[in-house]
């Protein structure tokens, strides 16, 4: 796509301090960091002293009022397993609209799958089960979650 130099880390922005420090030597021009609009990691300030970082927000993860009417029966029901949550945000406003519609306890019989202990202590307490990647990446939250379910069904 016409950039001279990519580099991969593992664990969200965190995972990539390390090794963007490594090659701060090297490096001959500002990064560019594409990002969320509200975003838990601060990349230039993680930085800073290291590299200029040059933060353009490119998504925008918008709050919803409420959960749609199929997972609120899901929950309500009591069959949802567990929830996977890549964000302290979204724990903070998954668990608000849970207490806003009365189904705070439903948490009790659902599993937490989260990316961090950051994002635990946002969904708060009295969970079924939780589950914390070693690295926040979307396959091991998911691995994670297929053995749950494996668990789960085979029981």
């Not at 290291?50 to 009417?69: G, N, S, W």
């Amino acid at each position: 796509a016409g950039f001279r130099n990519v580099t991969i880390g593992h664990g969200g922005g965190a995972g990539l301090v390390p090794l963007i420090t490594e090659a701060a030597p090297r490096l001959d021009g500002p990064l560019l960091w594409p990002a969320a609009v509200h975003r838990g990691f601060n990349m230039a300030a993680a930085l800073d002293g290291i590299a200029d970082v040059v933060t353009m927000p490119v998504y925008e993860m918008r709050e919803t009022k409420t959960l749609p009417d199929d997972a609120v029966a899901a929950i309500a029901g009591g069959n949802v397993l567990g929830v996977i949550l890549m964000s302290a945000r979204s724990a903070r406003l998954f668990r608000e609209r849970l207490l806003a519609l009365g189904q705070d306890r439903a948490v009790a019989s659902m599993a937490l799958i989260a990316g961090s202990d950051a994002i635990v202590a946002a969904a708060g307490d009295s969970w079924a089960e939780t589950f914390v990647s070693k690295r926040p990446a979307r396959a091991r939250l998911l691995a994670i979650a297929s053995l749950l379910y494996d668990r789960r069904t085979r029981s």
